[in-house]
């Protein structure tokens, strides 16, 4: 029998062919000592004895043999997988564009004359609050994406560019930027305090 310095300490056995370890029992669900008779220990130790393993489940591989014609006929196959999926993203992207320029276009269409010459000019646009009557600037520009983080500065009654704190609150992610904004412009004009209620407020 094969013996080895770490069986030796971890059995706390001088004996290389029995032991009294209680880990060595446990593990191998046995009462008495573990000598050479023993399968388990045996065959983990056997300096004679070659240990072979199988894997019933296990199948050689065979490389596939394929002719040029199955060849040229599978990467034609995935170059039109490439051009369909390039396609489809470009679609998509036309779609995208098309959305933001009718929701921009719906949107200036309901900016009266002198809120479409600030946000011309200045990339926002004010609106009164319909209870408060308070006034709200709302920013962004027009080729922007996405609608910006706390746009909308709340001002102070007496003074259009001075700022008391900001808020933001706005529709799903992915709805057109010009949508937002409508969307920011007529829940402050017709429904203030349910406006006020589900935006984040910001410090200026």
Known sequence: MATTVIWDGWCGATDTTTC????????????TD????????VTWTSATETITLECRDATPYQAESLSQEEIDRRHAEQQQRITNARQASEQAEKERVAARKRAMKLLLTNLTKKQ?????????????????KRKYRIRSH?????????????????????????????LSYGIPLGDQLLAQKLMLEHDEDKAIEVSNRHAA
């Open 20 to 31: 009294t370890s209680n880990a060595w029992y446990e593990w191998n669900d046995s009462t």
């Open 34 to 41: 573990c000598t050479t008779n023993d399968t388990t220990w």
């Open 116 to 132: 479409k010459n600030q946000f011309d000019k200045h990339q926002f646009f004010i609106v009164q609050g319909g209870k408060s």
């Open 142 to 170: 027009k080729n922007a994406v996405s609608i910006p983080m706390a746009n909308i500065d709340v001002l102070h009654h007496d003074n259009d560019n001075d700022v008391d704190h900001r808020i933001c609150f706005h």
